[in-house]
């Protein structure tokens, strides 16, 4: 399949889609929109696939959404269009998506980073809610998720003043899970998917799922959803390989995959 804005390819079980919008910085239109949904919604039906890293340029992840196709519209063509609402199925993805960031991941680039599950930066990295300076504010999230990620007075911080944080402080914040050299993200990043994919695919669905339910719920109710997940891995023929190959000092070889 061949997009405009985006390339895609596998390297293995790890499904790799690259932002390819140089000349804007990767900011995200429409088209991206429907290519990045449609290139996930690939993944996701493709069984050879078990862990995706989405990742952009070494300049820029995403500059934001694409400030030109925005400026024109008014409220109700964004109501109307109820715009931008097609990044929610980047949450109805149930393999795992690593987001590899270097350099600008702003506004809607941020936001899309939050997206993923987990994110892996280099040390260029520069994360930022600038919306504030457009006179607008968040819309795909950013106002909700980092505040999740960093806590209030971080996140009040990045959106009131829209400045940018960079790796070191994203890591030490929490938005990051780790910092790389930038010559060595895409390999760390891949490296990381392809381990992830060796593993019992439901295993790592349901782990995925049980993880996200925590943000959606009380601890209660989470730990009550982690319980019922981890009594049904029982039903999983790659428990019975997993458990039998500790017992038996062997790597596994999880079928289910
Ligand atoms: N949209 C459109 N074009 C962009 C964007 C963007 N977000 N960012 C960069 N570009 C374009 C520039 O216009 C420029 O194009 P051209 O060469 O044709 O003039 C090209 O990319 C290169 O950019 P610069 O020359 O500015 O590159 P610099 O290295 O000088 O600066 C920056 C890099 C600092 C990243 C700068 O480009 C910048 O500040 N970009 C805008 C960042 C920003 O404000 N992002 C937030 C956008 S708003 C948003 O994301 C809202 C999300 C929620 C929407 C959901 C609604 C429901």
Same mark, same amino acid.
């Given at each position: ?34 290519e990045v949904v449609e290139a996930l919604q690939a993944f996701e039906a493709d069984a050879a696939v078990g862990a995706i890293v989405v990742t952009g340029s ?21 109501? !109307?269009? /109820? @715009?931008?609402?097609?990044? $929610? ?7 795992? %998506?690593?987001?590899? +960031? ?12 939050? !997206?993923? /599950? @987990?994110?892996?930066?280099? $040390? ?7 919306? %504030?300076?457009?006179? +607008? ?62 593993f019992s695919l439901p295993a790592v669905m349901m782990t995925k799922e049980a993880v996200n339910r925590s943000y959606e719920t009380t601890l209660t109710e ?26 038996d000092k062997r790597s596994p070889n999880f079928r289910n995959r």
């Open positions: 399949m061949a997009y405009e804005t985006i390339l895609v390819e596998t390297r293995g079980r790890v499904g790799l889609l690259t932002l390819n919008r140089p000349k804007a910085l990767n900011a995200l239109n429409s088209t991206v929109l429907r070494e300049k820029a992840f995403a500059a934001g959404a694409d400030i030109r196709e925005m400026q024109p519209k008014s409220y109700i063509d964004m109501y !109307m269009e /109820d @715009f931008f609402s097609g990044w $929610d199925a980047l949450g109805r993805v149930r393999k795992p %998506i690593i987001a590899a +960031v270097s350099g600008y991941a702003l506004g809607g680039g941020c936001e899309l980073a939050m !997206m993923c /599950d @987990f994110i892996i930066a280099s $040390d260029t990295a520069k994360f930022g809610q600038p919306e %504030i300076t457009l006179g +607008v504010m968040p819309g795909m999230g950013g106002s909700q998720r980092l505040t999740h990620f960093v806590g209030k007075s971080k996140a009040m911080d990045m959106c009131l003043t829209g400045r940018m944080m960079d790796a070191a402080e994203a890591e030490r914040s929490g938005l990051v899970s780790r910092v790389v050299p930038a010559a060595d993200l895409l390999d760390e990043a891949l490296k990381a998917a392809a381990k992830i994919a060796a989470g730990l009550r959803f982690e319980r019922r997940v981890f009594h049904a891995m029982f039903a999983l023929e790659d428990q019975k390989e997993g458990m039998a190959a500790f017992v």
